[in-house]
Protein backbone atom coordinates (compact mmCIF):
# COMPACT_ATOMS: atom_id res chain seq x y z
CA UNK A 1 0.00 0.00 0.00
CA UNK A 2 1.72 3.49 -0.66
CA UNK A 3 1.27 6.68 0.99
CA UNK A 4 2.06 10.18 -0.15
CA UNK A 5 4.59 12.41 1.80
CA UNK A 6 3.92 15.70 1.78
CA UNK A 7 5.95 18.93 2.95
CA UNK A 8 3.77 21.80 3.07
CA UNK A 9 4.34 25.47 2.93
CA UNK A 10 4.86 25.79 -1.09
CA UNK A 11 2.71 27.79 -3.28
CA UNK A 12 1.27 26.31 -6.45
CA UNK A 13 1.63 27.70 -9.38
CA UNK A 14 1.71 26.93 -13.39
CA UNK A 15 -0.92 24.90 -15.16
CA UNK A 16 -2.71 21.70 -15.15
CA UNK A 17 -4.69 19.30 -17.18
CA UNK A 18 -8.12 17.55 -16.31
CA UNK A 19 -8.30 14.21 -16.66
CA UNK A 20 -11.90 12.66 -18.28
CA UNK A 21 -14.59 12.10 -15.55
CA UNK A 22 -14.69 8.66 -13.97
CA UNK A 23 -18.18 9.58 -12.63
CA UNK A 24 -19.11 10.08 -16.74
CA UNK A 25 -17.34 7.31 -17.51
CA UNK A 26 -18.96 4.65 -15.56
CA UNK A 27 -22.10 4.77 -16.67
CA UNK A 28 -21.37 5.47 -20.25
CA UNK A 29 -18.91 2.08 -20.61
CA UNK A 30 -21.76 0.54 -18.97
CA UNK A 31 -24.38 2.14 -21.62
CA UNK A 32 -22.21 0.54 -23.91
CA UNK A 33 -23.46 -2.85 -22.94
CA UNK A 34 -27.29 -1.98 -24.43
CA UNK A 35 -25.26 -1.74 -28.32
CA UNK A 36 -25.41 -4.37 -30.93
CA UNK A 37 -22.21 -3.35 -32.11
CA UNK A 38 -18.78 -1.25 -31.43
CA UNK A 39 -18.20 1.59 -28.83
CA UNK A 40 -14.78 4.04 -28.84
CA UNK A 41 -15.35 5.77 -25.78
CA UNK A 42 -12.00 8.57 -25.42
CA UNK A 43 -11.05 10.72 -22.31
CA UNK A 44 -10.95 7.76 -20.16
CA UNK A 45 -9.28 8.28 -17.14
CA UNK A 46 -6.92 5.26 -16.39
CA UNK A 47 -8.50 4.78 -12.84
CA UNK A 48 -8.51 1.94 -10.25
CA UNK A 49 -12.78 2.07 -10.74
CA UNK A 50 -12.73 2.29 -14.54
CA UNK A 51 -10.33 -1.03 -14.29
CA UNK A 52 -12.89 -2.82 -12.07
CA UNK A 53 -16.14 -1.82 -14.83
CA UNK A 54 -13.77 -3.45 -17.25
CA UNK A 55 -13.28 -6.19 -15.36
CA UNK A 56 -17.04 -6.46 -14.59
CA UNK A 57 -17.76 -6.25 -18.45
CA UNK A 58 -15.12 -8.91 -19.34
CA UNK A 59 -17.08 -11.54 -16.74
CA UNK A 60 -20.21 -10.45 -18.32
CA UNK A 61 -18.77 -11.46 -22.28
CA UNK A 62 -17.54 -8.63 -23.54
CA UNK A 63 -14.53 -7.85 -25.72
CA UNK A 64 -13.09 -4.58 -23.86
CA UNK A 65 -9.52 -3.10 -24.38
CA UNK A 66 -7.94 0.20 -23.09
CA UNK A 67 -5.24 2.07 -24.85
CA UNK A 68 -4.22 5.58 -24.09
CA UNK A 69 -7.48 6.54 -22.31
CA UNK A 70 -9.50 5.37 -25.38
CA UNK A 71 -11.14 2.41 -24.73
CA UNK A 72 -12.60 0.01 -27.19
CA UNK A 73 -16.07 -2.22 -26.50
CA UNK A 74 -17.40 -4.73 -28.97
CA UNK A 75 -20.49 -6.10 -26.69
CA UNK A 76 -21.88 -8.39 -29.66
CA UNK A 77 -23.00 -11.86 -28.42
CA UNK A 78 -22.31 -11.24 -24.95
CA UNK A 79 -24.91 -13.19 -22.66
CA UNK A 80 -23.36 -13.51 -19.09
CA UNK A 81 -26.00 -11.83 -17.14
CA UNK A 82 -24.12 -11.38 -13.24
CA UNK A 83 -22.16 -8.64 -11.88
CA UNK A 84 -20.35 -10.58 -9.25
CA UNK A 85 -19.52 -9.81 -5.80
CA UNK A 86 -15.70 -9.50 -5.55
CA UNK A 87 -16.06 -6.69 -8.07
CA UNK A 88 -19.16 -5.16 -6.91
CA UNK A 89 -17.90 -4.51 -3.51
CA UNK A 90 -15.02 -2.48 -4.20
CA UNK A 91 -17.48 -0.46 -6.25
CA UNK A 92 -20.60 0.56 -5.64
CA UNK A 93 -21.16 2.31 -9.21
CA UNK A 94 -20.77 -1.24 -10.22
CA UNK A 95 -24.73 -0.71 -10.24
CA UNK A 96 -25.15 0.89 -13.08
CA UNK A 97 -24.67 -2.23 -15.13
CA UNK A 98 -27.75 -3.79 -14.13
CA UNK A 99 -30.34 -1.57 -16.40
CA UNK A 100 -28.65 -2.21 -19.39
CA UNK A 101 -27.71 -5.65 -18.93
CA UNK A 102 -31.50 -6.18 -18.08
CA UNK A 103 -32.71 -4.09 -21.13
CA UNK A 104 -29.98 -6.11 -23.27
CA UNK A 105 -30.55 -9.62 -22.28
CA UNK A 106 -33.93 -9.31 -19.95
CA UNK A 107 -32.40 -10.76 -17.12
CA UNK A 108 -29.69 -9.15 -15.13
CA UNK A 109 -27.87 -10.25 -11.74
CA UNK A 110 -25.82 -7.73 -9.59
CA UNK A 111 -24.32 -7.73 -5.85
CA UNK A 112 -25.87 -5.46 -3.37
CA UNK A 113 -23.53 -3.31 -3.07
CA UNK A 114 -23.41 -3.15 0.43
CA UNK A 115 -21.67 -0.34 3.28
CA UNK A 116 -19.97 2.45 2.54
CA UNK A 117 -17.75 4.37 4.82
CA UNK A 118 -19.68 7.90 3.82
CA UNK A 119 -22.88 6.45 5.63
CA UNK A 120 -25.63 4.45 4.27
CA UNK A 121 -26.22 3.92 0.64
CA UNK A 122 -29.26 2.33 -0.45
CA UNK A 123 -30.62 1.51 -3.85
CA UNK A 124 -34.42 1.89 -3.77
CA UNK A 125 -34.94 4.31 -6.34
CA UNK A 126 -32.81 1.90 -8.70
CA UNK A 127 -35.35 -0.50 -7.85
CA UNK A 128 -38.75 2.24 -7.81
CA UNK A 129 -37.15 3.46 -11.26
CA UNK A 130 -36.87 -0.11 -12.89
CA UNK A 131 -39.70 -1.73 -11.42
CA UNK A 132 -42.15 1.18 -12.64
CA UNK A 133 -40.94 -0.04 -16.24
CA UNK A 134 -41.91 -3.56 -16.00
CA UNK A 135 -38.72 -5.00 -14.22
CA UNK A 136 -39.55 -7.94 -12.17
CA UNK A 137 -36.51 -7.31 -9.10
CA UNK A 138 -35.99 -9.42 -6.47
CA UNK A 139 -33.06 -9.53 -3.85
CA UNK A 140 -31.22 -13.34 -3.48
CA UNK A 141 -28.59 -14.75 -1.93
CA UNK A 142 -26.98 -11.12 -1.67
CA UNK A 143 -28.15 -9.87 -5.58
CA UNK A 144 -30.71 -7.89 -7.01
CA UNK A 145 -32.39 -10.31 -9.69
CA UNK A 146 -34.39 -7.96 -12.33
CA UNK A 147 -35.91 -9.51 -14.95
CA UNK A 148 -38.40 -8.92 -17.47
CA UNK A 149 -39.77 -10.10 -20.84
CA UNK A 150 -40.34 -6.56 -22.42
CA UNK A 151 -39.75 -3.12 -20.96
CA UNK A 152 -42.52 -0.73 -21.35
CA UNK A 153 -42.20 2.96 -20.55
CA UNK A 154 -43.73 4.73 -17.69
CA UNK A 155 -44.04 8.29 -15.61
CA UNK A 156 -41.79 7.81 -12.65
CA UNK A 157 -40.88 9.86 -9.97
CA UNK A 158 -37.21 9.71 -8.60
CA UNK A 159 -36.76 11.82 -5.86
CA UNK A 160 -35.50 10.16 -2.44
CA UNK A 161 -35.42 11.88 1.06
CA UNK A 162 -32.07 13.10 0.01
CA UNK A 163 -33.23 14.49 -3.81
CA UNK A 164 -32.11 13.36 -6.67
CA UNK A 165 -30.45 10.22 -7.38
CA UNK A 166 -27.35 10.09 -10.15
CA UNK A 167 -26.81 6.23 -10.89
CA UNK A 168 -30.64 5.65 -10.26
CA UNK A 169 -31.24 8.25 -13.01
CA UNK A 170 -28.67 6.98 -15.20
CA UNK A 171 -29.92 3.09 -14.65
CA UNK A 172 -33.40 4.01 -15.79
CA UNK A 173 -32.67 6.25 -18.44
CA UNK A 174 -30.29 3.22 -20.00
CA UNK A 175 -33.21 0.63 -19.66
CA UNK A 176 -35.58 2.67 -20.94
CA UNK A 177 -33.85 3.41 -23.68
CA UNK A 178 -34.86 -0.18 -24.72
CA UNK A 179 -37.94 -0.07 -23.73
CA UNK A 180 -41.41 0.00 -25.37
CA UNK A 181 -43.16 3.37 -25.58
CA UNK A 182 -42.61 6.71 -23.52
CA UNK A 183 -40.71 7.43 -19.94
CA UNK A 184 -40.68 10.07 -18.40
CA UNK A 185 -38.01 10.68 -15.54
CA UNK A 186 -39.84 13.13 -13.15
CA UNK A 187 -36.79 14.35 -10.41
CA UNK A 188 -33.97 13.28 -12.36
CA UNK A 189 -30.66 14.01 -11.20
CA UNK A 190 -29.56 17.63 -13.48
CA UNK A 191 -25.55 16.45 -12.79
CA UNK A 192 -23.36 16.70 -15.75
CA UNK A 193 -22.29 13.29 -16.02
CA UNK A 194 -25.97 12.31 -16.40
CA UNK A 195 -26.00 14.44 -19.27
CA UNK A 196 -22.96 13.23 -20.59
CA UNK A 197 -24.44 10.04 -20.75
CA UNK A 198 -27.56 11.40 -22.36
CA UNK A 199 -25.64 12.85 -25.08
CA UNK A 200 -23.78 9.16 -25.39
CA UNK A 201 -27.02 7.27 -25.66
CA UNK A 202 -28.29 9.87 -28.67
CA UNK A 203 -25.13 9.01 -30.44
CA UNK A 204 -26.17 5.36 -30.25
CA UNK A 205 -29.39 5.95 -31.67
CA UNK A 206 -31.40 6.36 -28.91
CA UNK A 207 -33.99 9.41 -27.93
CA UNK A 208 -33.85 11.31 -25.26
CA UNK A 209 -35.14 14.95 -24.16
CA UNK A 210 -34.87 17.21 -21.38
CA UNK A 211 -31.53 15.84 -19.90
CA UNK A 212 -29.81 18.07 -17.56
CA UNK A 213 -33.59 19.22 -16.39
CA UNK A 214 -35.20 17.54 -13.64
CA UNK A 215 -37.58 16.31 -16.34
CA UNK A 216 -36.15 13.57 -19.06
CA UNK A 217 -38.05 11.53 -21.39
CA UNK A 218 -37.13 8.81 -23.38
CA UNK A 219 -38.71 7.30 -26.21
CA UNK A 220 -38.52 3.72 -25.93
CA UNK A 221 -36.37 1.96 -29.76
CA UNK A 222 -36.14 -1.71 -30.88
CA UNK A 223 -32.05 -1.60 -31.10
CA UNK A 224 -28.79 0.89 -30.41
CA UNK A 225 -25.71 0.87 -32.18
CA UNK A 226 -22.18 1.55 -31.03
CA UNK A 227 -20.78 5.14 -31.02
CA UNK A 228 -17.34 6.79 -30.34
CA UNK A 229 -17.83 9.52 -27.80
CA UNK A 230 -15.12 11.96 -25.87
CA UNK A 231 -15.81 11.99 -22.26
CA UNK A 232 -16.44 15.41 -20.34
CA UNK A 233 -13.33 16.35 -17.99
CA UNK A 234 -13.45 15.79 -14.54
CA UNK A 235 -15.34 18.47 -12.77
CA UNK A 236 -14.54 17.37 -9.17
CA UNK A 237 -10.89 17.20 -9.90
CA UNK A 238 -11.07 20.94 -11.44
CA UNK A 239 -12.35 21.70 -8.12
CA UNK A 240 -9.65 19.86 -6.12
CA UNK A 241 -7.29 21.92 -7.49
CA UNK A 242 -8.69 25.27 -7.18
CA UNK A 243 -8.54 24.40 -3.65
CA UNK A 244 -5.34 23.32 -4.11
CA UNK A 245 -4.43 27.03 -5.59
CA UNK A 246 -6.67 28.73 -2.72
CA UNK A 247 -5.40 27.09 0.11
CA UNK A 248 -1.58 27.36 -0.81
CA UNK A 249 -2.01 31.25 -1.81
CA UNK A 250 -1.42 29.60 -5.39
CA UNK A 251 -2.19 31.51 -8.54
CA UNK A 252 -2.92 28.48 -11.45
CA UNK A 253 -4.60 27.56 -14.38
CA UNK A 254 -6.80 24.93 -14.90
CA UNK A 255 -6.72 23.78 -18.20
CA UNK A 256 -10.41 21.73 -19.41
CA UNK A 257 -11.84 23.53 -16.39
CA UNK A 258 -15.96 23.99 -17.74
CA UNK A 259 -17.05 26.56 -15.68
CA UNK A 260 -20.97 25.39 -16.50
CA UNK A 261 -20.08 22.76 -14.51
CA UNK A 262 -19.27 24.09 -11.26
CA UNK A 263 -20.75 27.29 -10.80
CA UNK A 264 -21.44 26.50 -7.33
CA UNK A 265 -17.83 25.70 -6.75
CA UNK A 266 -16.67 29.17 -8.31
CA UNK A 267 -19.26 31.31 -6.23
CA UNK A 268 -18.26 29.90 -3.40
CA UNK A 269 -14.31 30.61 -3.69
CA UNK A 270 -15.11 33.93 -4.91
CA UNK A 271 -17.09 34.59 -1.88
CA UNK A 272 -14.15 33.68 0.03
CA UNK A 273 -12.41 36.33 -1.87
CA UNK A 274 -10.58 34.24 -4.29
CA UNK A 275 -10.08 35.59 -7.64
CA UNK A 276 -11.51 32.97 -10.59
CA UNK A 277 -10.92 33.92 -14.23
CA UNK A 278 -12.09 31.82 -17.11
CA UNK A 279 -9.21 32.78 -19.77
CA UNK A 280 -8.63 31.40 -23.50
CA UNK A 281 -5.93 29.09 -21.34
CA UNK A 282 -8.21 27.64 -18.63
CA UNK A 283 -9.45 28.61 -15.46
CA UNK A 284 -7.45 31.19 -13.68
CA UNK A 285 -7.67 30.76 -9.75
CA UNK A 286 -5.62 32.85 -8.01
CA UNK A 287 -5.31 34.23 -4.86
CA UNK A 288 -5.18 37.68 -3.92
CA UNK A 289 -6.37 38.72 -0.48
CA UNK A 290 -6.47 36.52 2.98
CA UNK A 291 -9.45 34.52 2.60
CA UNK A 292 -13.28 34.68 4.67
CA UNK A 293 -14.85 32.34 5.60
CA UNK A 294 -17.89 30.50 3.80
CA UNK A 295 -21.22 28.78 4.42
CA UNK A 296 -21.72 25.85 2.73
CA UNK A 297 -24.89 23.11 1.94
CA UNK A 298 -24.27 20.39 0.04
CA UNK A 299 -27.49 19.55 -2.49
CA UNK A 300 -27.45 17.64 -5.94
CA UNK A 301 -26.24 20.07 -8.78
CA UNK A 302 -26.51 22.59 -9.80
CA UNK A 303 -26.05 23.18 -5.77
CA UNK A 304 -22.23 22.44 -3.75
CA UNK A 305 -21.35 19.26 -4.90
CA UNK A 306 -21.03 16.55 -2.16
CA UNK A 307 -17.87 15.15 -3.79
CA UNK A 308 -15.82 19.12 -3.10
CA UNK A 309 -17.23 18.85 0.68
CA UNK A 310 -14.39 17.85 2.50
CA UNK A 311 -12.16 19.54 0.31
CA UNK A 312 -13.87 22.87 1.32
CA UNK A 313 -13.66 21.71 4.73
CA UNK A 314 -9.74 21.72 4.68
CA UNK A 315 -9.50 25.06 3.28
CA UNK A 316 -12.37 26.75 5.82
CA UNK A 317 -10.07 25.06 8.36
CA UNK A 318 -6.94 27.57 7.63
CA UNK A 319 -9.60 30.25 6.90
CA UNK A 320 -10.21 32.94 9.66
CA UNK A 321 -13.62 32.70 11.25
CA UNK A 322 -16.18 30.59 11.60
CA UNK A 323 -17.68 28.77 8.69
CA UNK A 324 -20.93 26.38 8.71
CA UNK A 325 -20.59 22.98 6.18
CA UNK A 326 -23.96 21.40 6.07
CA UNK A 327 -23.80 17.95 4.31
CA UNK A 328 -27.65 17.00 2.58
CA UNK A 329 -26.34 14.78 0.59
CA UNK A 330 -24.74 12.04 2.64
CA UNK A 331 -25.08 13.86 6.13
CA UNK A 332 -22.61 11.34 7.72
CA UNK A 333 -19.86 12.00 5.05
CA UNK A 334 -17.22 13.47 7.82
CA UNK A 335 -14.73 10.64 7.99
CA UNK A 336 -12.31 13.71 7.25
CA UNK A 337 -13.08 15.61 10.21
CA UNK A 338 -11.01 13.30 12.77
CA UNK A 339 -7.92 13.76 10.69
CA UNK A 340 -8.03 16.99 9.99
CA UNK A 341 -8.11 17.20 14.18
CA UNK A 342 -4.80 15.62 13.92
CA UNK A 343 -3.50 18.09 11.79
CA UNK A 344 -4.86 21.02 14.65
CA UNK A 345 -8.36 21.37 12.56
CA UNK A 346 -10.51 22.74 14.84
CA UNK A 347 -14.18 21.07 13.76
CA UNK A 348 -17.24 20.44 16.03
CA UNK A 349 -19.60 18.23 14.25
CA UNK A 350 -23.93 18.95 15.02
CA UNK A 351 -25.70 16.76 13.32
CA UNK A 352 -25.53 17.02 9.30
CA UNK A 353 -23.75 20.32 10.41
CA UNK A 354 -19.66 20.48 10.65
CA UNK A 355 -18.59 24.24 12.22
CA UNK A 356 -15.40 25.10 11.83
CA UNK A 357 -13.02 27.47 13.16
CA UNK A 358 -10.22 28.61 11.00
CA UNK A 359 -7.07 28.33 12.95
CA UNK A 360 -3.67 30.17 11.67
CA UNK A 361 -2.07 26.85 10.65
CA UNK A 362 -1.85 23.32 10.65
CA UNK A 363 1.02 20.74 11.88
CA UNK A 364 1.92 18.11 9.32
CA UNK A 365 1.25 14.71 11.25
CA UNK A 366 0.32 10.89 9.76
CA UNK A 367 -3.13 10.87 8.79
CA UNK A 368 -5.14 8.09 7.05
CA UNK A 369 -7.26 8.49 4.04
CA UNK A 370 -11.11 7.00 4.70
CA UNK A 371 -12.38 7.24 1.26
CA UNK A 372 -12.02 9.08 -2.11
CA UNK A 373 -12.70 12.81 -1.53
CA UNK A 374 -11.35 13.07 2.11
CA UNK A 375 -8.38 11.50 0.91
CA UNK A 376 -8.18 14.60 -1.57
CA UNK A 377 -9.08 16.85 1.58
CA UNK A 378 -6.27 15.92 3.66
CA UNK A 379 -3.33 15.95 0.74
CA UNK A 380 -5.07 19.80 0.45
CA UNK A 381 -4.46 20.20 3.84
CA UNK A 382 -1.01 18.50 4.40
CA UNK A 383 -0.02 21.19 1.06
CA UNK A 384 -0.57 23.82 3.53
CA UNK A 385 0.39 22.75 7.38
CA UNK A 386 3.66 23.49 8.44
CA UNK A 387 6.08 20.33 8.42
CA UNK A 388 5.61 16.69 7.18
CA UNK A 389 2.42 15.17 6.57
CA UNK A 390 2.44 11.48 5.48
CA UNK A 391 -1.05 10.53 4.00
CA UNK A 392 -1.81 6.59 4.22
CA UNK A 393 -4.08 4.07 2.70
CA UNK A 394 -4.08 6.19 -0.53
CA UNK A 395 -5.45 3.34 -2.69
CA UNK A 396 -9.04 5.33 -2.08
CA UNK A 397 -7.50 8.29 -4.21
CA UNK A 398 -6.64 6.26 -6.76
CA UNK A 399 -10.16 5.36 -7.20
CA UNK A 400 -10.50 9.05 -8.86
CA UNK A 401 -8.15 10.87 -9.39
CA UNK A 402 -5.32 10.22 -11.89
CA UNK A 403 -1.80 11.16 -11.13
CA UNK A 404 -2.81 13.96 -8.56
CA UNK A 405 0.91 13.94 -7.46
CA UNK A 406 2.91 14.03 -10.69
CA UNK A 407 0.16 17.06 -11.42
CA UNK A 408 0.68 18.30 -7.63
CA UNK A 409 4.35 18.70 -8.26
CA UNK A 410 4.53 20.46 -11.89
CA UNK A 411 2.46 23.60 -9.82
CA UNK A 412 5.12 23.17 -7.41
CA UNK A 413 4.07 21.29 -4.75
CA UNK A 414 6.33 19.09 -2.22
CA UNK A 415 4.88 16.01 -2.21
CA UNK A 416 6.31 11.89 -3.63
CA UNK A 417 4.45 8.65 -3.16
CA UNK A 418 6.48 5.78 -1.05
CA UNK A 419 5.56 2.24 -0.66
CA UNK A 420 4.15 1.74 3.07
CA UNK A 421 6.09 -0.78 5.09
C1 LIG B 1 -22.90 9.57 -7.48
C2 LIG B 1 -21.42 9.75 -7.61
C3 LIG B 1 -20.79 10.10 -6.27
C4 LIG B 1 -21.50 11.30 -5.65
C5 LIG B 1 -23.01 11.07 -5.62
C6 LIG B 1 -23.78 12.31 -5.16
C7 LIG B 1 -20.88 8.25 -9.44
C8 LIG B 1 -20.16 7.03 -9.88
N1 LIG B 1 -20.83 8.51 -8.13
O1 LIG B 1 -23.12 8.42 -6.63
O2 LIG B 1 -19.42 10.41 -6.48
O3 LIG B 1 -21.05 11.49 -4.32
O4 LIG B 1 -23.49 10.73 -6.92
O5 LIG B 1 -23.50 13.38 -5.98
O6 LIG B 1 -21.43 8.98 -10.23
N2 LIG B 1 -30.14 7.47 -2.49
C9 LIG B 1 -31.29 6.87 -2.03
N3 LIG B 1 -31.76 5.78 -2.71
C10 LIG B 1 -31.16 5.29 -3.84
C11 LIG B 1 -29.99 5.94 -4.31
C12 LIG B 1 -29.52 7.02 -3.61
O7 LIG B 1 -31.87 7.29 -1.03
O8 LIG B 1 -31.65 4.31 -4.40
C13 LIG B 1 -29.61 8.63 -1.76
C14 LIG B 1 -28.15 8.43 -1.34
O9 LIG B 1 -28.05 7.71 -0.14
C15 LIG B 1 -27.69 9.87 -1.22
C16 LIG B 1 -28.46 10.57 -2.34
O10 LIG B 1 -29.56 9.71 -2.65
O11 LIG B 1 -28.14 10.39 0.03
C17 LIG B 1 -27.65 10.80 -3.60
O12 LIG B 1 -27.00 9.60 -3.99
P1 LIG B 1 -26.77 9.22 -5.50
O13 LIG B 1 -26.92 10.43 -6.36
O14 LIG B 1 -27.58 8.03 -5.86
O15 LIG B 1 -25.25 8.76 -5.49
P2 LIG B 1 -24.58 7.79 -6.53
O16 LIG B 1 -25.30 7.92 -7.83
O17 LIG B 1 -24.41 6.44 -5.95
Redo the contacts with the bound molecule.
Sequence with gaps: MDRFIIEGGARLKGTVELSGA???A??ILAATLLADSKSVIKNVPPLR?VYTMLRIMRVLGVKVSMEDNVVIVEPRGYSNYTAPYKLVSTM??S??VLGPVLAKLKLAEVSMPGGCV???????????GLSAIGADIKIEHGYIVASAKQLKGARVYLG???????????NLMMAATLAKGKTVIESA?C?P?VCDLAKFLIKMGAKIKGHGTPVVEIEGVKSLHGAEYTIIDDR?EAGTFMIASAITGGDIVIKGANVEHIGAVIDKLQCAGLKITDTKEGLRVKTIRSLRPVDVTTL??PGF???MQAQMMALMSITKGISVITEK???ERYMHVSELARMGGQVMLEGPSAIIKGVPRLSGAPVMASD??ASAALILAGLVAKGKTEVSRIYHLDR?YYNIEEKLEKLGARIKREKED
Design positions: KNALPDRAVCIGPRPIDLHIKGNFGSSVLATAAEEIPYPTDVYPLRG
